[in-house]
């Protein structure tokens, strides 16, 4: 079976005052990548991996997001929120080519936390099981983007 080697290269960058968020980064099945964000969006943490891929199928590139607590989010009694904790993704390149607008088709499941997940179902607010559009991620969740092999064959399909 035919295979590619890509590059990867995923700036993410965290926005907190306590505690920084925790990111694994993953293709397919393949940790590349596990530590604490603590980057900020002048000087973001780049990652930088190759990873090989069977050609003809699907792969995923992951985004795991853990390390909050209910008690990073501060919110004063109008409910505004006053302090948090946000994993953002700020660039995505495979094979030196910037992904762009693309970023936007990955989906991002959060895990939405108890017990402010009952306190919103019960007020009436339907919390979504995934959203698209997302690079700032302030649950904990997956965020997860799905590609074909071979890459160039497939980007030049999902450009336009």
């Known amino acids: 079976m035919a ?3 890509l590059k990867f290269k995923i700036e993410l960058y965290a926005t907190m005052w306590d505690t920084p968020p925790h990111a ?6 393949k940790v590349h990548f596990k530590g604490d964000i603590t980057g900020t969006q002048e000087n973001p ?5 190759e990873h090989e891929l069977a050609e003809g199928s ?20 109008k ?6 904790q946000m994993l953002h993704i700020k660039h995505i390149e495979i094979d030196e080519i910037d ?5 936007y088709e990955g989906v991002y499941t959060p895990e939405y936390p108890e ?9 009436g607010t339907e919390l979504p099981e995934t959203l698209k559009n997302v690079t700032q ?13 071979p890459f160039y064959m497939w980007l030049l399909e999902n450009l336009y």
């Open 3 to 5: 295979t590619e080697k």
């Open 24 to 29: 694994e980064i993953l293709i397919d099945d």
């Open 45 to 49: 943490i780049l990652i930088e991996c």
């Open 58 to 77: 699907e792969h995923f590139l992951t985004i795991k997001r853990s390390n909050k607590t209910t008690k990073q989010t501060i919110v004063n009694e």
């Open 79 to 84: 409910g505004d929120i006053l302090k948090d």
């Open 99 to 103: 992904i762009g607008a693309l970023v």
């Open 115 to 123: 017990p402010w997940a009952s306190q919103q179902k019960s007020a």
């Open 137 to 149: 991620m302030g649950h904990n969740g997956e965020w997860r983007f799905l590609f074909k092999s």
